[in-house]
């Protein structure tokens, strides 16, 4: 396991490199009004035992009086191409909402990503076309952290769930408005 604190917000201590299906699994069960559909949830579980993992723990867990704290937040990442990323799950303890978990996975992964050359970084979350409040205010988060809507697709997860793909560009393509990408072509 890598600690990954140069990236933390100084409340947070953001690990990476060890898979954690536990970890995801009790979280989807602390989030039924985001994650109801139970063979996603095993899906993701499932997805947990090989994808890249970053855990997020309070930086003063109560270590010290031996009453650690475990995971309150995960993200799992999925490398698509030497170029783009996706983020494929991310949660966090609902206890823990908007108190900077999520910002600081987020920070981790972008960090390591552009250090290994990345420049575009995705995630896929419910569009907006079906009203929800815990959605609008996950598409909130992400806009906080530049991601941007790039198209909502009905075929994805079906019509009764649309799926928006929201993207940022990261790194040097990020600073450059974008006019350095390399775009190669597969056949």
């Not at 908007?98 to 552009?114: F, I, N, P, S, Y």
């Not at 569009?127 to 205010?137: I, L, N, V």
């Amino acid at each position: 396991m890598r600690w990954v604190d140069r990236h933390a917000n100084p409340h947070w201590q953001v690990t990476s490199g060890q898979q954690d299906p536990g970890t995801v699994d009790r979280l989807l069960r602390l989030l039924p009004d985001w994650f109801g559909i139970p063979a996603s949830n095993a899906a993701y579980v499932a997805a947990a035992r090989e994808l890249p993992t970053y855990v997020a723990r309070p930086a003063d867990d109560g270590a010290a009086e031996g009453l650690r704290t475990g995971p309150v937040g995960v993200l799992l990442a999925r490398r698509h191409f030497p170029q783009a990323a996706e983020i494929h799950f991310l949660a966090v303890d609902p206890g823990w909402h908007r108190q900077g978990a999520g910002r600081a996975l987020v920070a981790a992964l972008e960090a390591d990503l552009v250090a290994d050359g990345c420049e575009l970084l995705q995630v896929k979350t419910l569009g907006p076309s079906k009203p929800h409040a815990g959605y609008a205010r996950t598409r909130q988060f992400y806009a906080s952290l530049g991601f941007r809507p790039l198209e909502e697709l009905l075929e994805v997860w079906g019509p009764e769930n649309p799926c928006l793909i929201l993207v940022k560009m990261l790194g040097r393509s990020a600073a450059s408005g974008g006019n350095d990408w390399n775009v190669a072509t597969q056949s």
